[in-house]
């Protein structure tokens, strides 16, 4: 069974730091992982997807690396702003005989100190 | 488009009452899906429906679907338990079925979600 993990569950770190968040999965046999943000009280907003095929992707001041082999992901933030407060989210969507499925990891709630 | 709309917001129901959850998304995805989301547990995958007429449950009883169509996903919660209070949150994709592995635009967009309280 695939088991996604996110350490840590919460990080602080000063206006304007560049940060990394983890991402773990068990399986390597995924199609796809996402990286999501939710604000409180909110829906999730998809940040990135990387492609099984693919090694990293950009938007912004966000960059998402993923090393299948060793079940990681990365979102790297850059010189990050009190907007990026949320939690964030990874998910890896799995096979299952044509029912694909997304697996969520509990998120890390992420505070940028002004 | 709106995307992934969801109604209602909030609300609380009673034990044993039964309600339904409106989802509906306007990009023409075949994919749907409900998850619940609960403090320390993360998002947890309830139903979903690969296209419209087809449906499949990953967790047992007290919820109960239907996708008439390709936009409209409802949940329904037959017999309320305090155990369903949760956040809800809907899902869709262009994710297709078997044989159709080289799509690949698997992205799932997500709806505002419903905050349902259970007395």
């Known amino acids: 069974k695939q088991e996604v993990t996110q350490i840590p569950a919460a990080l602080s770190v000063p206006e304007g730091e560049n940060l990394v968040l983890n991402c773990s999965f068990t399986d390597s046999a995924i199609y796809n992982l996402q990286w999501f943000r939710q604000d409180p009280g909110k829906g999730l907003t998809s940040l990135l997807l990387?492609?099984?095929?693919?090694r990293e992707q950009t938007s912004g001041r966000l960059n998402a690396s993923l090393d299948k082999s060793s079940g990681r992901s990365t979102l790297y933030i850059a010189a990050s702003q009190p907007g990026d407060s949320a939690t964030y989210l990874c998910a890896v969507l799995i096979p299952n005989f044509g029912n694909e499925k997304l697996t969520f990891g509990t998120g890390t709630r992420l505070t940028i100190i002004p | 488009n709106a995307g992934v709309t969801q109604t209602p917001k909030f609300h609380i129901l009673k034990t044993g009452q039964s309600m339904t959850l409106q989802c509906a998304q306007d990009m023409n995805h075949g994919y749907m899906s409900w998850y619940r989301q609960d403090p320390g547990m993360g998002l947890r995958l309830i139903y979903y429906?690969?296209?419209?007429?087809?449906t499949d449950k990953e967790v047992p009883n007290g919820y109960n679907v239907s996708r008439l169509n390709t936009e409209d996903f409802p949940l329904r919660l037959v017999s309320a338990a305090p155990s369903q209070t949760s956040v809800y949150l809907c899902?869709?994709?262009?994710?297709?079925?078997?044989?159709?592995?080289?799509?690949?635009?698997?992205?799932?967009?997500f709806g505002p979600g419903t905050r349902l309280t259970v007395t």
């Open positions: 899902a869709s994709s262009q994710l297709l079925g078997s044989g159709q592995r080289e799509v690949t635009d698997y992205e799932q967009y």
């Open positions: 429906s690969a296209a419209a007429g087809t």
């Open positions: 990387i492609q099984s095929s693919q």
